[in-house]
């Protein structure tokens, strides 16, 4: 129940709901939602971190089976992780009173940096989480040679 009423109308079912005061706007569901088919898009987080060896990306992406996502890597260095989130059968008699999971497709895209092995990228997916390493190319010292000046 809210203490501050609402200047646009309600559209709360339940007495019980706490106020959100982005509730009333165009887009839907709260601050931080994107409209429409993008909202799956930006929901897809992905964490990427730098070891000594390699660049590993870590992605949530719970109910989403392992065929239902796809790693690529295309144009020489863009990793691309993109996929499909289905959406739950809903029956005739069921009532629902709250949505927030996303489903729809996602993709996320990231520039590789210049030292990766691209032709030896590994992914695993346990437990709804998504891993993708990219180990590291050897840097090589330039081979310094050196001139006796005459």
Same mark, same amino acid.
Not at 112 to 118: A, D, G, I, T
Not at 143 to 147: A, G, Q
């Given at each position: #129940?809210?203490?501050?009423?609402?200047?646009f109308g309600?559209?709360r079912?339940?007495?019980?709901?706490l106020w959100?005061?982005f509730? /009333?706007f165009?887009?839907?569901g709260g601050?931080?939602?994107?409209?429409? !088919?993008m @909202?799956?898009f930006a929901?897809?987080?992905?964490?990427?971190?730098e070891t000594? !060896?390699a660049? %590993?990306f *870590?992605?949530?992406?719970?109910? %989403? *089976?392992k /065929?239902e %996502?796809?790693?690529e890597v295309e144009?020489?260095?863009i990793?691309?992780i993109s996929?499909?989130r289905?959406v =739950?059968?809903e029956?005739?008699?069921?009532?629902?009173?709250r949505? =927030?999971r996303?489903?729809g497709?996602f #993709?996320r895209r990231?520039r590789?940096?210049?030292?990766?092995?691209?032709n /030896?990228? #590994? @992914?695993? #997916?346990?437990n709804?989480?998504l891993?993708?390493?990219?180990p590291? @190319? /050897?840097?090589k010292?330039p081979?310094?040679?050196?001139?006796d000046?005459?």
């Open positions: #129940m809210s203490l501050i009423p609402s200047f309600s559209r079912n339940n007495t019980f709901d959100d005061p509730q /009333e165009p887009f839907t601050a931080l939602s994107v409209p429409g !088919e @909202a799956s929901n897809t987080r992905i964490d990427w971190k000594p !060896e660049h %590993v *870590k992605a949530d992406l719970p109910g %989403v *089976k /065929e %996502v796809k790693v144009e020489g260095r990793l691309q996929g499909d289905r =739950e059968k029956e005739k008699n069921d009532k629902w009173h949505v =927030e996303s489903s497709k #993709m990231f590789l940096p210049e030292n990766v092995k691209v /030896e990228v #590994m @992914a695993a #997916m346990e709804g989480v891993t993708v390493t990219v590291k @190319a /050897e840097v010292n081979d310094v040679k050196s001139i000046i005459c």
